[in-house]
């Protein structure tokens, strides 16, 4: 409630699509956010998007991305997303983890705030990556099916993460815990992924669906993933290539 009315009311010609729909009444002033992070806005914005108007965009917003995870106190899991799309395309996003090193002890900064845009680059983390002949499968925890642990098997993994939320598993392949991210099954949502899928192509990634098939984010795209997400770091296509057709014939894009 309070970011998408805070964005709404600061830019109200943006399409805001949420996981919470848009308040119907007035919300309180306490919720409503007005400020800036002048670090961000001390950025160049990239040429490409320095003529975009406010109406042409699209964002995308999950306020809790892991609510069962955040339900049974694996606070690690849990992000805030917010992405920011134009023309269909993923460009720009922010991933905050609230209770990030929430276990690290009293005196450790709680909390990060991860965002990028494409064509400037991404920022808030150190980026590293799973030592070069290793797959690490990270696939979810409690949303889990034939399709998907079948798909996960052809990978022939050296090892598999099932943790919870889009989000936590993109920060899995950026921070060097995972290699690729595989669910043969529909069940994300756009608003899942699109903040995620900018942090990591802005790293030299990429997020498909299980086809290889962009992901779209215009305003009347249909909001489920219904065939799967498959994300990498690097070594995408050895990855896209195991993944068995009878998967790819069961997921309708």
């Known amino acids: 409630m309070s970011i998408c009315s805070s964005l709404a009311r600061k830019f109200p010609k943006l399409t805001i699509i949420g996981e919470e729909d848009l308040p119907s009444e007035e919300v309180d002033q306490e919720l409503i956010e007005d400020s800036q992070w002048?670090?961000?806005?001390?950025?160049?914005?990239?040429?490409?998007?320095?003529?975009?108007?406010?109406?042409?965009?699209?964002?995308?917003?999950?306020?809790?991305?892991?609510?069962?995870?955040?339900?049974?106190?694996?606070?690690?899991?849990?992000?805030?997303?917010?992405?920011?799309?134009?023309?269909?395309?993923?460009?720009?996003?922010?991933?905050?983890?609230?209770?990030?090193n929430y276990e690290a002890g009293p005196d450790a900064v709680l909390g990060r705030t991860i965002w990028g845009v494409l064509g400037l680059g991404a920022f808030g983390f150190?980026?590293?990556?799973?030592?070069?002949?290793?797959?690490?499968?990270?696939?979810?925890r409690s949303h889990s099916n034939k399709l998907v642990t079948d798909c996960v098997a052809a990978m022939n993994p050296d090892a598999v993460l099932r943790v919870g939320g889009a989000g936590n598993k993109i920060i899995q392949l950026i921070g060097g815990k995972a290699s690729a991210y595989v669910f043969a099954s529909p069940g994300c949502k756009k608003w899942d992924t699109c903040a995620p899928e900018v942090i990591l192509h802005a790293?030299?990634?990429?997020?498909?669906?299980?086809?290889?098939?962009?992901?779209?984010?215009?305003?009347?795209?249909?909001?489920?993933?219904?065939?799967?997400?498959?994300?990498?770091?690097?070594?995408?296509?050895?990855?896209?290539?195991?993944?068995?057709?009878?998967?790819?014939?069961?997921?309708?894009?």
């Open 38 to 100: 002048e670090e961000i806005l001390k950025q160049p914005c990239p040429s490409q998007y320095s003529a975009i108007k406010e109406e042409d965009l699209v964002v995308w917003v999950d306020p809790l991305d892991g609510t069962k995870e955040y339900t049974e106190g694996l606070l690690d899991n849990v992000t805030v997303l917010i992405g920011i799309a134009y023309e269909g395309k993923a460009i720009a996003g922010v991933i905050n983890q609230p209770y990030y």
């Open 126 to 140: 150190q980026l590293k990556e799973v030592p070069a002949g290793k797959h690490i499968i990270t696939t979810t």
């Open 203 to 253: 790293v030299g990634g990429k997020l498909t669906d299980i086809h290889g098939n962009v992901l779209q984010y215009h305003k009347d795209v249909k909001h489920m993933n219904s065939a799967g997400v498959l994300a990498t770091l690097r070594n995408y296509d050895y990855y896209a290539s195991r993944v068995p057709e009878s998967i790819k014939n069961a997921l309708v894009p």
